[in-house]
């Protein structure tokens, strides 16, 4: 389906039904779609096509409200996320993760009826849902955006400001792209999905309520936040972890290493998924038993980060980055945050390469 409020219905017929959803994206290759489709065993398409017949037949159906029976252990839906084989897996959320999330996210925001919530998200990426439940769950106006609107930064801002957004969450990519003086109207902004650089965040809080938030798909969108992103030392943090959700940062025998140390980003509590669809090894290799919490689960991101002394995470890099020179532990974060710290630098990525010698 296109973005449209048809997305939007579809999703909570799903949902009331007792269902669950699995977003693809129509401009997918055919063959990942096909995989999908095969790896689900999905019963029901919900596209276009469906929607016409259903729109021609609606006066068929009753008019009166319908009563979810879906319980909290129940699974809302399943977003495929690229996988190190080639193939995407399939990450199972339940329902009281998503209703953990947004309530937390609505509480900390102060989500409020007269709200106007930017869903920026395609329904395929796992911030979507943060976007249309935190409107919905708390009586307010969910804006749907319009994918070309996206391409063209000066239209954009007539459209946000026209609709009198308050609420933006989106890549801090894209905010790059943004001028914040353009947006007179806007509460709050929050970046994700991305690591976040000290320009931007120091760009944005200049002049509205800047968040950062950081999460895998596997632990339900968000799964630490801070509206103080820039810290003392002037770097980015990605805060603290959101309520009924733990960070742990381990060591190599999955230890508790102490502040400051750089460890394995571990998270636990009620954020996580059931696991991969169909895929029940790799389920194991990434859910693991806690050591540090009887009958839980931990999940390992892959993550790289370290405590901060206030209490803060401070977000370095992918653990599959990490390179040895000459004997040398290197962390290509840190060597990106300092070229960021560049003036004339906006972006940087390292690569370690081998030469001759």
């Known amino acids: 389906q296109t973005r449209s409020e048809w997305m939007i219905v579809s999703i909570l017929g799903v949902l009331k039904a007792g269902g669950a959803y699995v977003p693809i994206d129509p401009q997918y290759p055919q063959a990942r779609i096909d995989y999908i489709e095969e790896d689900t065993n999905c019963k029901v398409w919900l596209h276009e096509t469906e929607l016409s017949r259903f729109k021609e037949s609606k006066q068929r159906y009753a008019n009166e409200p319908v009563t979810s029976s879906a319980k909290s252990d129940n699974l809302a839906y399943v977003i495929y996320t690229s996988g190190s084989t080639g193939k995407p897996k399939g990450v199972l959320i339940q329902h009281g993760s998503l209703v953990n999330l947004i309530v937390n996210q609505g509480k900390l925001f102060g989500i409020r ?54 609420h933006l969450h989106a890549t801090p990519s894209f905010l790059e792209t943004l001028t914040p003086g353009d947006y007179t109207g ?106 540090f919490k009887k009958g839980e689960r931990l999940y390992k991101t892959g993550d790289l980060g370290r405590w901060l002394s206030d209490g803060n995470i401070e977000f370095i890099g992918r653990k599959d980055e990490q390179v040895k020179i000459r004997g040398f532990r290197i962390e290509p974060g840190e060597i990106e945050h300092a070229l960021l710290n560049h003036e004339q630098i906006n972006q940087a990525i390292v690569l370690a390469k081998e030469n001759e010698s």
Request: glycine letters at 8%; aromatic letters at 8%; a neutral charge.
């Open 113 to 166: 009826q007269e709200e106007r919530i930017l869903l920026f998200s395609k329904y395929t990426f796992d911030a979507s849902l943060e976007q249309q439940f935190l409107a919905l769950c708390n009586g307010a106006a969910l804006v749907v955006l319009s994918d070309d609107l996206l391409l063209n930064t000066r239209r954009f801002a007539e459209f946000v400001n026209h609709q009198q957004i308050t």
């Open 186 to 291: 806007l509460k709050r902004v929050i970046a994700g999905g991305e690591q976040c650089n000290e320009k931007l965040a120091k760009r944005w809080s200049e002049l509205t309520v800047f968040y950062n938030e950081y999460g895998p798909t596997e632990t339900t969108v968000t799964a630490t936040i801070t509206a103080a992103a820039l810290h003392k030392n002037g770097r980015v943090t990605i805060g603290r972890p959101l309520a009924n959700l733990q960070i742990y940062v381990v060591g190599a025998h999955q230890q508790l290493v102490p502040v400051g140390v750089i460890g394995e980003i571990c998270i636990g509590g009620d954020g996580l998924a059931r696991g991969y669809l169909n895929q029940e090894g790799l389920t194991k290799e990434k859910f693991i038993a806690s050591p």
